[in-house]
């Protein structure tokens, strides 16, 4: 039986502030909690239906289990319909320094948006880019909306905060860092090895002209032909993050 004090403590994630008060978050939905649950994230208890906690006995070995109600469930959820199921997680602490990361770092200025935030953390696990590293003024990935959006994603990638600035500036000189600006290179006719910084701007102002110094391979998408009735003057952050993410992971366009 779940406590007044449980929900009250869940409940209160909702809120960044208690968050990393508890060093907690939650996730909701049997992809969002199975994935987590799988992944490299510290799972600290699990709330669901006694249907779902049946259904799924096989993937809950060594974690704690609270059975509730249907009724008990909607005083937990942030969801329009509520889920069978409901876990907490320990927030992760991983290192920003990719100094000697061999492999694509994407990194994220000021993006504002939850549902950007969390295609972006999708589009990352489907190309394989494990690290990603957010300004210290972008929305929080462990918010509700975030989590939900990234389906499962986030238990997959390494994601954390930092001084973008800072980060940079420790990069040996021959790193490649891809910053998407719309005077750069087209992206087709880049020719990459594997490794560097992809830097997406924010949705409303783009990258922060302080980091444009360490931008040594500018890109941009460009546009198509323009209909009868013109075109967008811009590209929505999380599509522009995925046409860059698959050109710069493309064998085709690969040394």
Same mark, same amino acid.
Request: hydrophobic share 40%.
């Given at each position: =039986?779940? +406590?007044?004090?449980?929900?009250?403590l869940i409940?209160? &994630?909702?809120n960044?502030?208690y968050?990393?008060?508890?060093q907690l978050?939650?996730a909701?939905g049997?992809?969002n909690?199975l994935?987590?649950i799988s992944?490299q994230?510290v799972?600290?208890e699990v709330?669901?239906t006694?249907s779902?906690?049946?259904?799924?006995r096989?993937?809950?070995?060594d974690?704690?289990?609270?059975?509730?109600t249907?009724?008990?469930?909607?005083?937990?959820?942030?969801?329009?319909?509520?889920?069978?199921?409901?876990?907490l997680?320990?927030l992760?602490d991983?290192?920003a320094?990719?100094? #000697?990361?061999?492999?694509?770092v994407? =990194? %994220?200025?000021d993006?504002k948006d939850?549902?950007?935030?969390?295609?972006?953390?999708r589009?990352a696990d489907?190309?394989?880019?494990?690290h990603?590293i957010?300004s210290?003024q972008s929305?929080?990935a462990?918010?509700?909306?975030v989590v939900?959006?990234?389906? #499962?994603? &986030?238990?997959?990638?390494?994601?954390?905060?930092a001084?973008?600035?800072?980060? &940079?500036?420790? %990069?040996?000189?021959?790193?490649?860092?891809?910053?998407?600006? %719309?005077? #750069?290179k087209?992206i087709g006719e880049?020719?990459?090895q594997?490794?560097?910084?992809?830097?997406?701007?924010s949705?409303?102002?783009?990258?922060?002209?302080?980091?444009?110094?360490y931008?040594?391979?500018?890109?941009?998408?460009?546009p198509?032909?323009?209909?009868p009735q013109?075109?967008?003057e811009?590209l929505?952050?999380?599509?522009?993050?995925?046409?860059?993410?698959?050109a710069? +992971?493309s064998?085709?366009?690969?040394?």
């Amino acid at each position: =039986m779940i +406590t007044k004090a449980k929900i009250k403590l869940i409940n209160s &994630l909702a809120n960044k502030k208690y968050r990393e008060q508890h060093q907690l978050f939650k996730a909701e939905g049997t992809k969002n909690v199975l994935d987590f649950i799988s992944g490299q994230l510290v799972c600290k208890e699990v709330f669901a239906t006694h249907s779902w906690i049946y259904t799924h006995r096989d993937s809950l070995a060594d974690t704690e289990v609270t059975p509730v109600t249907e009724a008990e469930m909607k005083k937990l959820t942030e969801l329009t319909t509520p889920s069978e199921v409901l876990a907490l997680f320990v927030l992760p602490d991983y290192p920003a320094n990719v100094a #000697g990361s061999d492999s694509l770092v994407l =990194m %994220l200025d000021d993006i504002k948006d939850p549902g950007n935030l969390g295609t972006i953390i999708r589009t990352a696990d489907w190309f394989g880019i494990h690290h990603l590293i957010c300004s210290e003024q972008s929305t929080d990935a462990f918010s509700h909306k975030v989590v939900q959006a990234s389906m #499962g994603s &986030l238990a997959r990638v390494h994601l954390t905060y930092a001084n973008l600035h800072e980060v &940079l500036s420790e %990069l040996p000189k021959a790193t490649p860092v891809y910053g998407a600006l %719309l005077e #750069g290179k087209p992206i087709g006719e880049i020719k990459h090895q594997g490794s560097g910084v992809i830097l997406i701007g924010s949705e409303a102002h783009g990258i922060n002209k302080e980091l444009y110094p360490y931008i040594n391979q500018p890109v941009t998408i460009p546009p198509g032909l323009p209909t009868p009735q013109g075109r967008a003057e811009s590209l929505n952050a999380s599509v522009a993050a995925s046409i860059i993410c698959y050109a710069l +992971t493309s064998p085709i366009n690969s040394d």
